[in-house]
């Protein structure tokens, strides 16, 4: 097996993660396996968790997530440690334990802020958005969504920034604004395809 270096495969594994191709993954966590150093040792199980979790098994996936987020701990990798507790926290929202997700995405959050990371900032303030949007706290949903969609802007992330303009959408649906849940979802829709996203189209359209 040709064994890529551990950049090489955070690139992989961002790139399949996109598209959620699990067995390419699958893959890259085998080989992050092969190279055994803590680090990639812990990326193995942080990329499993992500495999599972696509292919539904969310018990799986919470199980490698907390692997993972034990080894990055024992290595002080604050921005791993963010990301993996916002994996958990969308493994959590997925199986409905809101209140286990949200303590994940407050952790997240605040190694964020404290990182400057503007991109995992609005992808957890977007995250707090569905957990309040599923609980019925439709207001704070807005609240967090609006600010995910701020950060996103001012990063130039138009894909990030027009999933949270449908989920905006949502919320306002929610609400019974329908004319304004309309505006966002036409706006969310004609950036997805203007960058050509087929699968973000048809999710939008749904709507």
Same mark, same amino acid.
């Given at each position: 097996?040709? #064994?890529? @270096?551990?950049?090489? &495969?955070?690139? +992989?594994?961002?790139?399949? *993660? /996109? %598209? $959620?191709?699990?067995?390419?993954?699958?893959?890259?966590?085998?080989?992050?396996?092969? #190279?055994? @150093?803590?680090?990639? &040792?812990?990326? +193995?199980?942080?990329?499993? *968790? /992500? %495999? $599972?979790?696509?292919?539904?098994?969310?018990?799986?996936?919470?199980?490698?997530?907390?692997?993972?987020?034990?080894?990055?701990?024992?290595?002080?990798?604050?921005?791993?440690?963010?990301?993996?507790?916002?994996?958990?926290?969308?493994?959590?929202?997925?199986?409905?334990?809101?209140?286990?997700?949200?303590?994940?995405?407050?952790?997240?959050?605040?190694?964020?802020?404290?990182?400057?990371?503007?991109?995992?900032?609005?992808?957890?303030?977007?995250?707090?958005?569905?957990?309040?949007?599923?609980?019925?706290?439709?207001?704070?949903?807005?609240?967090?969504?609006?600010?995910?969609?701020?950060?996103?802007?001012?990063?130039?992330?138009?894909?990030?920034?027009?999933?949270?303009?449908?989920?905006?959408?949502?919320?306002?649906?929610?609400?019974?604004?329908?004319?304004?849940?309309?505006?966002?979802?036409?706006?969310?829709?004609?950036?997805?395809?203007?960058?050509?996203?087929?699968?973000?189209?048809?999710?939008?359209?749904?709507?």
């Amino acid at each position: 097996m040709n #064994i890529r @270096t551990i950049d090489e &495969l955070k690139t +992989a594994v961002e790139q399949a *993660g /996109s %598209v $959620e191709d699990a067995d390419a993954l699958e893959q890259c966590a085998q080989e992050y396996e092969a #190279i055994a @150093t803590l680090e990639s &040792l812990a990326m +193995a199980a942080q990329t499993r *968790g /992500s %495999v $599972e979790r696509i292919r539904g098994n969310m018990r799986a996936s919470i199980e490698h997530d907390l692997r993972a987020l034990e080894m990055f701990s024992a290595n002080g990798d604050k921005q791993r440690i963010a990301a993996v507790c916002a994996n958990l926290s969308i493994t959590e929202i997925k199986t409905g334990n809101y209140a286990d997700a949200m303590e994940y995405l407050q952790r997240a959050l605040a190694l964020y802020k404290e990182l400057r990371d503007l991109a995992g900032e609005a992808n957890a303030y977007h995250l707090l958005g569905s957990v309040h949007y599923n609980t019925g706290e439709l207001a704070i949903a807005l609240q967090h969504y609006q600010r995910s969609m701020a950060l996103r802007e001012k990063r130039g992330d138009s894909r990030g920034a027009a999933i949270t303009l449908s989920n905006i959408g949502g919320v306002y649906d929610g609400i019974g604004n329908y004319p304004q849940a309309l505006e966002k979802f036409h706006q969310a829709l004609a950036i997805m395809q203007e960058l050509g996203d087929r699968k973000e189209v048809a999710r939008i359209t749904g709507n």
